[in-house]
């Protein structure tokens, strides 16, 4: 019956140490909150002030946003300074006092004392929050959206003043929420400052207007990196591509689309930056190679100007392939038998993307062995498998990656995989071709010494006994 208790006891206060609790003595002394909506995603950006008016040292602290959010946050990070920053760690958690309520727990770089004040910067981009309305429309007309949020940061902390600065993508508005004190200049929304802030207030802040900005998500992205121990890394990046704008309403007219000059929301062609030793670049469909396209050495990177086509309106996808290939000794370090090879996740697709889901492949030499994999963000991971290619007798090891969360230009990060490589494996390839010939020769010197004719060739006899 003790052990039960004490069982129960364990369970119980392992469960209340999963959750964090809200500091009441933490104070926002003041939130300078920017709302960017000038592309497709919201960016939100949160200069905080924090003061800790207790007693004891403090931690950490804890950053909220409206539930009706949640599934539509695609980054999340916390910075500390100006000119040199600092990214502090953050993690999802959740307060069993409000469980319905998203969290991200912000550990800061130095406790603050009692008294002490801070200055954070929390950044976070969403997703799909920008409804198109109208749903539809022609091809002569102009794409509207609606952005629905709260007039206060969703803070779980009181605030002492608060402002909000809304950046538009167009000065061309239809309406807006008026919650005095409230400036409009040009395409500039300026609401507050708003004093004493209870925790969780909510305000309805609806934005509507103009934005002709490209709304292309990538609905699946799959990277694949074929690493040779060669000097050589190809990728290869198979796209499909929505643009999720408001749909086209009737037909498409070409004729009207190139005089007229029209279809402001449409998606023409968009640049891609491949890394700067990037060659043998190729960009194709399942019709062929697309000519259209045009490349761009510059310093630090490659860009690759895509033109699908046709031009994209909303509803309308595509589906392409790009490919490149890179030198090894720029992402593959190693000391004796032990490789790491450090490469980006994801790359850059175009300007303010946004994908979906995606999966990576990557293809290893044959014959690596005590594989480590650390990735930047969490991803799914499958189960390993092999790929067979030219002079291949065991298969090389495929690593495979995926993730059905939504991801920015801000996960464009490195991993790291970590494997064992023993050098004298790179002879097996050759040796085997070294056989392969040496075996060829063999017999094409038997084929002509022997004689496997079954008949008796008289002349050959006759001349035979002259000799």
């Known amino acids: 019956m003790l052990k039960s208790a004490l069982l129960v006891l364990g369970l119980v206060l392992a469960a209340q140490a999963a959750f964090d609790s809200i500091n009441k003595d933490v104070v926002v002394k003041s939130c300078d909150r920017t709302v960017d909506l000038t592309t497709q995603l919201v960016k939100l950006q949160h200069k905080l002030v924090v003061e800790n008016q207790g007693k004891g040292a403090v931690k950490s602290i804890l950053f909220s946003l409206d539930p009706v959010l949640k599934d539509k946050v695609a980054y999340f ?60 429309i022609s091809q002569k007309e102009k794409q509207l959206v609606r952005f629905t949020g709260n007039l206060y940061t969703f803070l779980p902390y009181t605030t002492t003043t608060q402002t909000t600065t809304v950046q538009l993508a167009s000065s061309s508005l239809e309406s807006y929420t008026k919650t005095k004190p409230v400036s409009l200049s040009d395409s500039t929304i300026t609401y507050g400052p708003y004093n004493n802030i209870a925790p969780f207030s909510v305000g309805d802040l609806v934005i509507h207007g103009e934005n002709n900005s490209p709304m292309l998500v990538v609905a699946r992205l799959e990277r694949v990196i074929e690493v040779s121990m060669w000097g050589n890394i190809a990728i290869e990046e198979t796209v499909d591509v929505v643009h999720k704008g408001a749909a086209l309403k009737g037909s498409f007219s070409r004729y009207e689309f190139q005089r007229e000059n ?30 259209t396209s045009h490349m761009k050495v510059m ?61 990576v492949r990557i293809i290893l030499p044959e014959g690596v062995t005590n594989l480590e994999l650390s990735t930047p963000y969490p991803m799914n991971r499958g189960e390993d498998t092999l790929h067979y290619t030219y002079l291949d007798t065991t298969g090389r090891t495929v690593v495979s990656l995926y993730s059905t969360k939504l991801l920015t230009e801000s996960h464009i990060q490195d991993f790291q995989l970590a494997f064992s490589y023993p050098h004298r494996t790179m002879l097996v390839e050759p040796l085997i071709l070294v056989a392969a010939f040496f075996l060829l020769y063999l017999l094409a010197i ?4 022997l004689d496997f004719s079954i008949t008796l060739d008289e002349g050959a006899e006759a001349r035979m006994k002259v000799q």
């Open 77 to 136: 990070g916390a910075t500390f300074g100006s000119s040199d920053k600092t990214y502090l760690r953050v993690s999802e958690t959740k307060v069993q006092s409000d469980l319905e309520k998203p969290f991200w727990k912000i550990e800061l770089k130095s406790s603050l004392s009692a008294g002490a004040s801070t200055t954070i910067s929390v950044e976070v981009v969403l997703g799909g929050a920008l409804e198109m309305f109208p749903a539809a």
């Open 262 to 291: 029209s279809g402001v929301s449409s998606v023409k062609n968009f640049k891609t930056l491949l890394p700067a030793a990037a060659k043998d670049v190729y960009y194709r469909d399942d019709i062929g190679n697309i000519s």
């Open 299 to 359: 310093d630090d990177a490659v860009e690759l100007d895509l033109r699908p086509r046709f031009p994209l309106f909303g509803g309308w996808k595509t589906h392409y392939v790009t490919g490149y290939n890179v030198p090894s000794y720029e992402y593959i370090f190693y000391k004796g038998d032990q490789h790491v090879l450090n490469m980006r996740l994801i790359d850059h697709i175009f300007d303010d993307m946004l994908v979906e889901e995606v999966e």
């Open 446 to 449: 038997i084929y002509v010494r």
